[in-house]
């Protein structure tokens, strides 16, 4: 395959995630205002199903999000500025409450972070946090805690996402491979495309991304970027 081709068929892909992305955001809307709504008298089961309709949107919400993120860090520089990475995540948490909660979860957040201030895209670090918390809550325990904490250390913004589970391969970073994917229920596997792009998106801040398997079934992400990136 040319290169000509694989860049003709990246466009064509790039346009088709453009078309899908509106009228899924609009149905994950639609399907929230429903379910909050306390007006509307729906049975278990009718609310039930519009709870797996909601589950289905948010799934191809995030493979829409992960497809243009990739094809945005792979065609441009990162928009950088100083932003404030608590804030960041305190946005980031209310964009993804249902996929976190839907399952019981409870959100830790412990904060050591003494400079909060940092030079990063933000949309892209957004994006690393929706997928590494999503792959947090899809693959731990129900009703489980999910840690997020977040450091300075040696110039860097600091994240951990620590939660239940385990990583299945022998080398953890394999996780980063695309179309690699720890799920085993193949109804309720991703695109295997989250984490890759994740990485992609770290590296582009002239950071690191890594994985690892903790003592008591317990999986740890951590990603560090620098507080001034003297690279761009």
């Known amino acids: 395959m040319t290169e000509t081709t694989i860049e003709q068929k990246e466009k064509i892909m790039e346009n088709l995630a453009h078309d899908l992305k509106t009228p899924v955001f609009s149905q994950i809307n639609a399907l929230n205002i429903l379910l909050k709504d306390k007006s509307f008298d729906f049975s278990d089961i009718q609310r039930e199903l519009l709870s797996d309709i909601l589950s289905s949107n ?28 608590e804030n960041t995540v305190k946005d980031t948490i209310k964009s993804i409450e249902h996929t976190l909660f839907e399952t019981g979860h409870k959100l830790v957040i412990k904060n050591h972070c003494k400079s909060p201030y940092a030079e990063y895209d933000e949309i892209g670090i ?40 385990v990583i299945i391969y022998k080398n953890p970073q394999d996780v980063f491979k695309p179309y690699i994917t720890n799920c085993k229920d193949t109804s309720k596997c991703s695109n295997g495309l989250g984490l890759y792009i994740s990485k992609q998106i ?30 761009q």
């Open 58 to 85: 948010i799934y191809m919400r995030d493979m829409i999000l992960n497809m243009l993120s990739g094809f945005r860090v792979k065609k441009t520089k990162l928009k950088t500025e100083i932003n404030n990475i």
């Open 126 to 165: 957004k994006r690393v946090l929706i997928n590494l918390l999503s792959n947090a809550a899809k693959h731990s325990k129900p009703y489980s805690e999910i840690i997020l904490e977040i450091y300075n250390t040696n110039g860097n913004i600091l994240i951990n996402i620590i939660n239940s589970g």
């Open 202 to 231: 770290i590296e582009a801040h002239f950071g690191k991304i890594t994985a690892q398997n903790l003592e008591n079934n317990l999986v740890k992400f951590s990603f560090e970027i620098p507080i001034i990136n003297t690279n």
